[in-house]
């Protein structure tokens, strides 16, 4: 039982249900969720304190951040995007987001800034400098945990967490329709400070 529950097999299937079932929204939920989630993410104190901040641009059915851009730009919040990073397996750059920033498609066809402009070590940061990332789920559970894409392109990018040093705040967001009993906890998962979805906020709970 343990096994199937943890086996690939059985996260592959579950992340196909969970995109499918928030593909299935439509664009007035997919709307509404998006102004609902802003609403709560404005009232964290982490996003009130944060100065650089990553978030994504959605994709698929994805939950939608990007309402909060001008109320971050109001408080001189600096943006970052995820950018796939050249030459390199399945890690992210976080890069500079403003309105000079040129944008490409990359290979999920994301909206990214392009590579001449995020290869510039000046346009980007080290993830250990951000304050806080918004980070995109495709599943989570009561407890916090959870699941991605599958690429483990946040678990590598984030994998300095374990280590001493800084460490910036993680959000996950998600629609709320995307919670599920339980998920399988994998050794490289990195635990997330709090879930934010359209109707509710998780924290973990420590033990
Ligand atoms: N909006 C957004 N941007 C993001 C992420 C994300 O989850 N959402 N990422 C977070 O990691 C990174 C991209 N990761 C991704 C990983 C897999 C697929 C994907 O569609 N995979 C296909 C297989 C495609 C293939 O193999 O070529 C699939 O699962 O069907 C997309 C993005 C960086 N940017
Ligand atoms: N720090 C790491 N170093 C090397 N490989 C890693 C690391 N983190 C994750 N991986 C690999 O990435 C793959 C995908 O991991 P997982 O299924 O947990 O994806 P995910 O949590 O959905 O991904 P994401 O981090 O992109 O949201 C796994 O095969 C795992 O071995």
Not at 9 to 21: H, I, N, T, V
Not at 99 to 116: D, L, Q, V, W
Not at 166 to 171: A, G, I, R, W
Request: proline share 9%.
């Amino acid at each position: 039982m343990q096994d199937s529950l943890h086996s690939a097999d059985y996260k592959r299937a579950l992340r196909r249900e969970l995109r499918r079932r928030r593909q299935s929204l439509s664009p007035r939920e997919q709307h509404q969720a998006a102004s609902r989630l802003c609403q709560q993410l404005k009232r964290l104190p982490e996003i009130r304190r944060a100065r650089r901040l990553s978030l994504y641009l959605p994709m698929m059915g994805e939950i939608d951040p990007t309402p909060l851009i001008p109320w971050l730009r109001r408080r001189g919040v600096s943006i970052y995007l995820p950018v796939l990073r050249p030459f390199s397996t399945n890690t992210l750059w976080f890069v500079a987001y403003h309105h000079a920033t040129p944008m490409i498609k990359n290979r999920f066809g994301i909206n990214e800034p392009a590579t001449r402009f995020a290869a510039k070590r000046q346009h980007r940061l080290p993830a250990w400098a951000l304050d806080t990332l918004i980070v995109p789920l495709v599943g989570f559970d009561a407890q916090a945990n959870r699941m991605g894409m599958g690429g483990g392109f946040y678990d590598r990018s984030l994998a300095f967490m374990r280590r001493p040093g800084p460490k910036p705040t993680l959000l996950g967001v998600a629609h709320d329709c995307q919670q599920v009993d339980t998920l399988p906890i994998e050794p490289w998962d990195i635990a997330l400070s709090a879930v934010v979805s359209d109707k509710q906020i998780i924290r973990p709970k420590t033990f």
